[in-house]
């Protein structure tokens, strides 16, 4: 038979302290009232209509990708002589996911807003997440722990802006302040 030893500050085994369960409670109503939310939040769709890579206007709503980041519509990269607009190619691969999406078009669910007034939403494109195609075909890059595989096997390939050097989008945008 097994030896027994008491648990750590006492001999209450296996008993849960009130501040765990209150946790746990707490932590239960958060997924619970996440998913019932979800389902009351119309997902958005509609007409869609290219900004940059990873931003657009679907239904009348302005909407940023989440967990990515796309290179500025006016951004170039490359090497200093042998630039080429990373931006316009960014948006180019947003506009053929979308028209190959076909029929079956672009959904989003918000899960917030920015700054400017967007809807920062995962988007899918004919049953595929589009930010993970954004950043699997690196035409972005990925700013949440969702998208690092991707990132990481696009710039190991040296698709899109991995090819060659270019600047972080977020610094960009700061240098161009």
């Known amino acids: 038979m097994p030896r027994r030893f008491p648990a750590a500050g006492g001999t209450r085994r296996g008993r ?23 389902r009351f939040v119309p997902p958005l769709d509609g007409a869609m209509r290219v900004a940059d890579g ?34 316009q190619r960014a948006k180019q691969a947003m506009q053929q996911a ?30 595929r997440d589009l930010g993970a195609l954004m950043v699997e075909q690196g035409w972005a890059v990925a700013t949440s722990f969702a998208y690092r595989g991707e990132e990481a096997a696009a710039r190991a390939a040296g698709r899109g802006i991995w090819s060659g050097p270019f600047e972080m989008p977020a610094d960009f945008r700061a240098r161009q302040r």
């Open 16 to 38: 849960w302290r009130p501040s765990t369960w209150h946790a746990v409670l707490v932590a239960a109503v958060m997924i619970v009232a996440a998913l019932v939310i979800e």
């Open 54 to 87: 990873d931003s657009f206007e679907l239904g009348g709503t302005r909407v940023r990708l989440e967990g990515i980041d796309a290179p500025e519509l006016h951004q170039n990269c490359g090497a200093p002589g042998a630039s080429w607009p990373c931006g």
């Open 98 to 127: 979308v028209a190959e999406a076909g029929k079956d078009g672009v959904t989003c669910r918000p899960v917030d807003g920015d700054r400017y007034g967007r809807s920062v939403s995962i988007c899918q494109a004919g049953g």
